[in-house]
């Protein structure tokens, strides 16, 4: 089983982000950049399906030079190969991303294509779906559990109203949950092994985002609240507050 | 055809509360542009659209009610053409159809809005970035824009009583890729986490599943407008349901007061939970960072602060 999977390399969730001086962008000031949570667990669940379906897991991920670090933490892990999608900056709209991604994946030929359901910093939430039909294959998206077997595959996906459960054949489009499953970490033996994995590189011209940031602020930080240490009348007292003061109850 | 659309989701023969939601930021986008608007139901809730909205357009989906994502989509896309807007609630479903019907149609879309502003006639829609720590504002450029919308980002639009008479449109069904069914969640008298007022979230402090009781008390304290909710290892070791689940791996909720008993307050948590209005914190450790975010908070063994909670609420109402 062959199996692509999409990396996106996003900010950490500790790191703080800066705006550039004209306010329209985020810069990389201060980031620390890590594979997307969900991503992880797609590699994870790749390398699995791989060592008990036999294939490869190719990763692939669109960038500039810094995405490089999180392809090489994915061989690391046990991927195969990888191919970077080099631009100079990320691109921030989903939907031009998901074209440049469906155009590699229809050069090679894959059985099944794994993505994260939403990336956490720009949080599109949407190239799964956009796969999906671009490929006209089956996608099911949210995904937290993935078994096949003879062919098929079963997911299921956790909705406001129990879980789905989705059956389809191959090839399909699956974007998980980091509930999936928790990745692993790289082995010495891994991070060694994957210094010699190939990672190929091709140019690409993304074009330019439809999804246009007209401006850009930081959320002003919570302020620190009103903190009371426990003891008797304090239960009335925050009673009191929620309802008279902030009138929530 | 009216111009601007919501794509309605039922439950039943009734529209959801965030899809109510949906219908007020469509009535406001409505006055501000100076267009009409209306929804797109499921034939077996046109009645439910005729009273709040001023135009209903229903799609026949015949006996199978659970036709998944992916067909719902590709059925719309039969229909939007003449549309400027397509909204719809950013809940699971929503944001799948949402996905789909955009590149069905070749167009951007804004997903998981927490709002909108109109300046001189243009839409900026207003989502949130790295985890909330950023607001940005887009524009979006082709037709239709399409936006999805965080539940609880508006009020639910009043009912206007009448009923309007509906369109009922025809289209061609495709052939399902995937096969679903749903396994549906025992119904509850509570209301989703997403959509109620009042949260009660537990954390790995309460010890283990059997001491889920003394938040079930406050929360029959706090009245049927709370809900439950839990931090994420709290739902990994199956102390409770996934669904229950708050953070960046789950929902983002925005309610009125979120009540975080026994959670340290990892950023992670804290990402899905930082538009609540209100926060009370409830932690025995007093470095602990949740306290950071919190607008009230009370050190204390939350077993002992719990119950006194839910007693004070119930002398004084
Ligand atoms: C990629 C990734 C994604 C994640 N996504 C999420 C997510 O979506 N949601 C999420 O919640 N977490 C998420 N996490 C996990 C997160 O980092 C924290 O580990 C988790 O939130 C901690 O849960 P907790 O607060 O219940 O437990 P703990 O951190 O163990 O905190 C328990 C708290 O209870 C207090 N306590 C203990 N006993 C008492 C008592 N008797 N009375 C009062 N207080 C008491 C303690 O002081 C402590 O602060 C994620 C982690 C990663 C790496
Ligand atoms: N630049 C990228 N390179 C590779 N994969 C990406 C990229 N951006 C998004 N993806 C994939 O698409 C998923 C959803 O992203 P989004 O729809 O942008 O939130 C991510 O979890 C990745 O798997």
Redesign the pocket.
Known sequence: MNIAVCVKQTAD?ESRPVLGNDQSHVTDKGLVWIIN??D?SAIEIAIKLRDQHGGTVTLIALGPDRVESSLRQGLAMGADQAIHLHCEIMPEDSFIVSDVLATSIQTDDYDLVLTGEVA?DGAGGQVPQRLGVLLDWPCITGVEELSVESGELTARHPIEQGDEIHNCKFPAVIGVN?RIG?PRYPSFKGIMKAKRKPIEKKAVSPASPQLQTDSLELSTPRSEGKILIYKEGVAAEVVTLLRDTSKVI | MFKILVIAETAGEDLTTSTLEVCEAAAVLSSSLGESWGMLVPDHATEAAGKVAPDVMSLGVGEDRYPGAGQVASMIAQVVESTDIVIMAATSTGKDVMGRLAQHLSVPLAQDCTGFEVVSGEIKFKRALYGGKVVVRVKLSGRPMMASFRPRSFTPIASSGGFVKAVTCTVNRVTPKTSVHLQAKAVSERPDVTEASIVVS??????GPENWHILEDLLDALGPDAALA?????SDDNWRPHSE???????AIAPDLYI??????????V??IARSKCILA????PD???FKVADYGIV??????VPALAAAIRDTS
């Open positions: 969730t949570p969900h992880e956490i980091r928790e | 537990g954390g790995r402090g309460l010890r839990c931090s994420r290892p709290v689940h708050v953070g960046q791996t789950g929902r975080a008993v026994g959670i340290s307050g990892a950023t992670q948590h990402a899905g409830i932690n025995k450790d602990a960072p949740i204390g063994d939350l077993f002992e602060v």
